[in-house]
Every structure is written in C-alpha cells, then in structure tokens.
C-alpha cells in the first residue's frame, strides 16, 4: 500500500496504490470511486477493505480521494461534477500508468457510482461494478435535507432544538454543497445514462426500495447489465447510520465473486 499525491501540480490528488499480494498478476486494474459528503467517511474503511481483498487477489487497485473531498486538494464548497469526472479520468490515467494495464473495472459506490457512468465513455472503462448508485440527483439532494432537519431536533446530537437558520444554505449534515453541485445534481437520472459504452455492468444494491428503482431500467441493455440485490449495511436515508462505519461484509464478498 502506497500513499501518493497525482494529477495537476496546482490541484493535486491523493491516491493510495494496492499493489498485488500475490505472484500472478491480473490482466486488468482496479479503480475504486468512493461518495462524498459524510457518505465518504461512513465507507472509507470499506472501500480500504475491498481494496486488500482485491490487491490479494492479483489485482492493482487504486483509491483516491476527489477535489475538496478527503486528502486532496481544494474546498469542497467550491467544486462541481465536472471537476470530480475529471478526477476520475485523471486517476484512471495514473492506474494505467502504475499498473502497465489498460484494460480497468471501475467499482464505484453511491455518487462515486453515478460519477463512474457519467466518466465512462471518457475513461474507457472495460467492466463497471456500481455499488448502491443514485438513481436520482434530485432525490439524494432531497434526502440530504431530510436527514439535517432530523439532525437538528435530534437530541441524540443536540441538547436543544436547532434551526436551519443556524447551518449556511446549502450545508447539510457538515458538508456544505456548492451551488454548482446542487444544479448538477437536479439534472442527473440513472435512465439518462448510456449505460453500454460496450462495457459489462454490474449494479449492487443494498435497498429493496432502491433495487425496485433500479430493475426499472434493467432492459436497456439486458446483455450487458445484471442487478442484484445483496442483504448488507446501507441504510443511506437512515439517521441513526449517517456516522456509523460501513460494514457491508456480503457486497465485498459479491464484487470479489465478480471479479473471480
């Protein structure tokens, strides 16, 4: 495990190599496209894990952190999707570059899902493992300020009841979203996106309700894309979750049976 900083000189990355544990190498690297906001920190030593279990399996796996999230530079206030799909094609650069693979399976959790679709022409992904993905831009958003104002009246977190007067607009849960980010997100829907770029899919989904959205679209491309449903921790619209750890044991399982 290697940490390192990569991408421009005036907006750098932090990134952390996995290199294979064992003697034979995989035909193929592992890029790992974590979420944001709080939801960046609750799967943080998930995402890590996966990457060991990965990196034991002959595969080089890269992580890394995007611009104003993290380890990296810049402010989180201040960045858009743009800049974060930018991020991911300069990452999947940088594993192409360390690893001496051209071919990458994307796994990408939550936004860091819905960022590897919207990034994957660009990036030339050959597999994409999408784990929890939004489907909705608008609906995270709205679930985002759900889960602050029950934030704010929750005496497990506040002696006394606050306002949403008390947080900056666009703050939520600690994290404030720029004004960018929240546009983009309005205008983001999981059947917009061309979901083939000749690439297998495979979408992970930890919520019935969400599995119930996401079987929606499963005939695109039925060839090329599977959905599953997999009993694990997610509980992403849940407040009693939001500073708890991911541990999502059966999904790691899953994607390293993918990956077999």
Known sequence: MHAFYFGHSNRPLYGVNHMPTVAYYRDSAVLLCNSIGHEYIR?????????IKLADMGYYVLRFDY??????????????????QDNIMLASEELRAISGQHKITVIGLRVGATLSLLSSEQ?????MILWDPVVSGKQFVSNLMALHKQLLVDRMWFVKD?????????EYLGYKYSDNVIHDFEKIFFSAFNMTNNAPVNAVCTSAGEMHDLNRYADQNTDKTSFAYVEDMGNWQELKYIDSSLTATNVLHHICE???
């Open 43 to 51: 799967s943080h030593r998930a995402l890590k894990q996966l990457a």
């Open 67 to 84: 611009n104003g999230v993290g380890d990296s530079s810049g402010d989180f206030d201040n960045v858009n999707l743009a800049d974060w």
């Open 123 to 127: 990036c030339k992904f050959n597999s």
């Open 162 to 170: 606050r306002s949403e007067d008390d947080t900056p607009g666009n």
């Open 258 to 260: 993918i990956l077999k």
